[in-house]
T-cell receptor, first 109, second 117 residues
Framework: GQNIDQPTEMTATEGAIVQINCTYQ??????LFWYQQHAGEAPTFLSY??LDGLEEKGRFSSFLSRSKGYSYLLLKELQMKDSASYLC??????????WGAGTKLIIKP | GAVVSQHPSWVICKSGTSVKIECRSL??????MFWYRQFPKQSLMLMAT?????????EQGVEKDKFLINHASLTLSTLTVTSAHPEDSSFYIC?????????????FGPGTRLTVT
């Protein structure tokens, strides 16, 4: 079967750095998305990785290792507004998204 | 700016009535759109894949006669919840993929919050 694993909840301090991990087992791989979702709102796009390595975009970076079936989202200089759920999703061989359950990130002052 | 829109953003209806939700891609054509449902504090659940010019593909456990999907054009897909019941109250979200030569992007609509009384 297809499976995406990510931690259910994480807590971090304002101004710090946090890494949210995602491991996957899917039928085929055509890329991995990270989305941010605030309560009551639709997800918003953060990153898309299809090649191995680290991609940096401002305070957010995303890393992918296809051989390990592993990705992480790195958030730097955390702000209170970063409190949200972070969703990992893999594009499978049929170009369908396989979703993780999401990681709820709680930022404390 | 938003590239996928949904209408309405929220709707309250009485049990037994039908509700239509529209999903539009604003500046690109989408031969495929996805419809999701999300209950509070739960992950997105794919309901169906909407295909322009052909029948939608429904996920296991989703009643196709209850959730009618029509992908009438390359920029519009509609989801009609027929004979709605309180348990259908949920957040309904559509998304549309945009393929380019070297990228694949998936854009989400803002969602429609349905409350059935």
């Amino acid at each position: 079967g297809q499976n995406i694993d990510q931690p259910t909840e994480m807590t971090a301090t304002e101004g710090a750095i946090v890494q949210i991990n995602c491991t996957y087992q899917t039928s085929g791989f055509n890329g991995l998305f990270w989305y941010q979702q605030h309560a009551g709102e639709a997800p918003t796009f953060l990153s898309y990785n299809v090649l191995d390595g680290l991609e940096e975009k401002g305070r957010f970076s995303s890393f992918l290792s296809r051989s390990k079936g592993y990705s992480y989202l790195l958030l730097k200089e955390l702000q209170m507004k970063d409190s949200a759920s972070y969703l990992c999703a893999v594009v499978d061989s049929n170009y369908q998204l396989i979703w993780g359950a999401g990681t709820k990130l709680i930022i404390k002052p | 700016g938003a590239v996928v829109s949904q209408h309405p953003s929220w709707v309250i209806c009485k049990s037994g009535t039908s509700v239509k939700i529209e999903c539009r891609s604003l500046d690109f054509q989408a031969t495929t759109m996805f419809w999701y449902r999300q209950f509070p504090k739960q992950s997105l659940m794919l309901m169906a894949t909407s295909n322009e010019g052909s029948k939608a593909t429904y996920e296991q456990g989703v009643e196709k006669d209850k959730f009618l999907i029509n992908h009438a054009s390359l920029t519009l897909s509609t989801l009609t919840v027929t004979s709605a019941h309180p348990e259908d109250s949920s957040f309904y979200i559509c998304s549309a993929p945009r393929l380019a030569l070297d990228s694949y992007e998936q854009y989400f609509g803002p969602g429609t919050r349905l409350t059935v009384t």
